[in-house]
């Protein structure tokens, strides 16, 4: 803009030479068209732009209008799932996520056709009639148990949807959280369960030993033992849980030390030799110390190990033979290195293989107490391989023994191991 003030000026004085006019009038006119000059270019260019038709003025509205254009666009992308109900109860529209959870929706369809759970149906009935807002809960029993939470309300007049009022319901599907929320206290019952039993029988010892055992003290040291046994128990319950709790709440942080996996199995099963020999059960080591390094955390990883061959032995009878060995290379684990424990001892009912990994779930409640069993060790198995974004395969054959596999990625030159997300393989499936 100066430039151009600079140029007038230039301009005016030379025209004014060139007219033989005095230097006085000269400067004036030059200064009088300079300002003027100056005046109309600043109000150019600092301008505000002209409000475009129909934008509306968020000063004005507090920014509330959305422009005509951008209302259809916005309503079909929302990530809620949206369902606009005609008077006479049709379905005059369904954006994209309702489309996403409701696959068989058809322009027209009977609302009560689209989702049949009673509370659904007396909710938007209800609004259609007396057009007030409703929020409600219900609950599909089609195909998989879901649930869902919504909201229905009138709109007066839709553009697009002719003169009738329509009803806008909007509806959410809270499955996952309605399934932590029941897990969360399932595992509080569980938990709790676990804890009282031991807990009343000390408290009823303690009872009897302070009565007619005080004086017996055979009973005394029976008793005793008894009380230790269930306090250990205890203690072990909550080792675990507090183990658990912490490996959880470390899952999304990946391990970054290069392991030598099949050391770390071997120097577990070493733990369990003097134990092994003295239950007349044969423990065996088929690996090669030196080979499949994976990126992990040793403690954890010798968690998987001691929690598995823990479980090879104590459910095998004298006699029984525990394997620890390589696993094959096998396709369906590409870039992963295995290995497996292998016991001759009771096995697995086949219907039940895909729960043992779920918290406190044994096949035997009592043969797993009567072990001292929490029924957690698998649960950790599972996230800690999770952690790693390892693998569990499990197999089993009732009355001729188990077979678990633990599969890890393999560590690259690089240390780079694949990021995919964590699984459980099919034979096992995840634990919830
Ligand atoms: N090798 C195996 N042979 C037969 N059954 C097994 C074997 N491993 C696990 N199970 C079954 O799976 C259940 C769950 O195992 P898990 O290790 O999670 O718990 P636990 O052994 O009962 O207790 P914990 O490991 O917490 O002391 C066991 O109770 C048992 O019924
Ligand atoms: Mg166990």
Same mark, same amino acid.
């Given at each position: 803009m100066h430039a151009a003030v600079a140029i007038l000026v230039g301009v005016v004085a030379a025209t004014a030479t060139g007219l033989a006019l005095s230097p006085?009038?000269? *400067?004036?006119?030059?200064?009088?068209?300079?300002?003027? %000059?100056s005046h109309f270019?600043?109000?150019?260019?600092?301008?505000?732009?002209?409000p475009r038709e129909g934008t509306g003025d968020a000063g004005e509205t507090g920014g509330r209008q959305i422009p005509a254009d951008v209302?259809?666009?916005?309503?079909?992308?929302? !990530? /809620?799932?949206? @369902?606009?109900?005609?008077?006479?109860?049709? @379905?005059?529209?369904a954006n994209l996520a309702?489309?996403?959870?409701?696959?068989? +929706?058809? !322009?027209?369809?009977?609302?009560?056709?689209?989702?049949?759970? !009673?509370?659904?149906?007396?909710?938007?009935? %209800?609004t259609l009639r007396d057009g007030l807002e409703r929020s409600f809960e219900f609950t599909?029993?089609?195909?998989?148990?879901?649930?869902?939470?919504?909201? /229905?309300?009138?709109?007066?007049?839709?553009?697009?949807?002719?003169p009738e009022a329509?009803?806008?319901?909007? /509806?959410?599907?809270?499955?996952?959280?309605?399934?932590?929320?029941?897990l969360r206290s399932d595992f509080i019952a569980n938990a709790s369960h676990e804890l009282r039993t031991?807990?009343?029988?000390?408290?009823?010892?303690?009872?009897?030993?302070?009565?007619?055992?005080?004086?017996?003290?055979?009973?005394?040291?029976? *008793?005793?033992?008894?009380?230790?046994?269930?306090?250990?128990?205890?203690?072990?319950?909550?080792?675990? @849980?507090?183990? +658990?709790?912490?490996?959880?709440?470390n899952e999304h942080v990946r391990p970054v030390e290069r392991l030598p996996l099949n050391r770390i199995a071997c120097d577990c099963a070493s733990v369990f030799q003097p134990l092994a020999s003295q239950e007349g059960i044969t423990l065996r080591v088929e690996l090669d110390p030196d080979e499949a390094d994976v990126i992990g955390d040793r403690d954890q990883l010798s968690q998987v190990f001691t929690n598995l061959i823990d479980n090879a032995m104590k459910y095998s009878a004298p006699g029984a033979t525990v394997t620890i060995r390589s696993a094959p290379e096998n396709p369906a684990h590409p870039g992963r290195v295995g290995v497996s424990v292998s016991d001759t001892g009771m096995g697995i009912p086949r219907e039940k293989l895909h729960r043992l990994?779920?918290? *406190? *779930?044994?096949?035997?409640?009592?043969?797993?107490?009567?072990? #001292?069993?929490? =029924? +957690?060790?698998?649960?950790?198995?599972?996230?800690? @391989?999770?952690?790693?974004? =390892?693998?569990?395969?499990?197999?089993?054959?009732? #009355?001729? =023994?188990?077979?678990?596999?633990v599969w890890l990625p393999r560590a690259t030159q690089l240390h780079i191991v694949p990021d995919e997300p964590p699984a459980v393989a099919p034979a096992s499936r995840a634990a919830r």
């Open positions: 006085a009038l000269a *400067f004036l006119g030059a200064a009088l068209i300079a300002y003027v %000059a270019l600043h109000r150019t260019l600092h301008a505000e732009p002209e209302g259809p666009q916005l309503i079909e992308k929302l !990530p /809620v799932p949206l @369902l606009l109900i005609s008077q006479r109860g049709r @379905l005059g529209y309702a489309q996403g959870m409701l696959p068989r +929706l058809t !322009p027209g369809q009977h609302f009560a056709h689209i989702i049949r759970a !009673p509370a659904f149906v007396e909710a938007v009935s %209800a599909s029993y089609e195909g998989n148990e879901r649930h869902f939470e919504a909201r /229905v309300s009138m709109l007066a007049e839709c553009e697009g949807f002719g329509h009803a806008i319901v909007q /509806v959410e599907d809270r499955t996952r959280t309605h399934r932590i929320e029941q031991p807990l009343a029988s000390i408290i009823g010892y303690i009872e009897t030993l302070q009565n007619h055992a005080r004086e017996d003290p055979e009973a005394r040291e029976r *008793f005793l033992a008894i009380m230790a046994r269930e306090a250990h128990r205890m203690q072990r319950l909550v080792d675990d @849980l507090m183990s +658990l709790s912490r490996i959880e709440m990994t779920e918290r *406190f *779930f044994r096949v035997s409640v009592p043969q797993s107490r009567h072990k #001292g069993g929490t =029924g +957690l060790g698998l649960a950790i198995v599972k996230h800690i @391989l999770n952690r790693h974004k =390892g693998r569990i395969e499990i197999s089993s054959v009732l #009355g001729e =023994g188990s077979t678990f596999t």
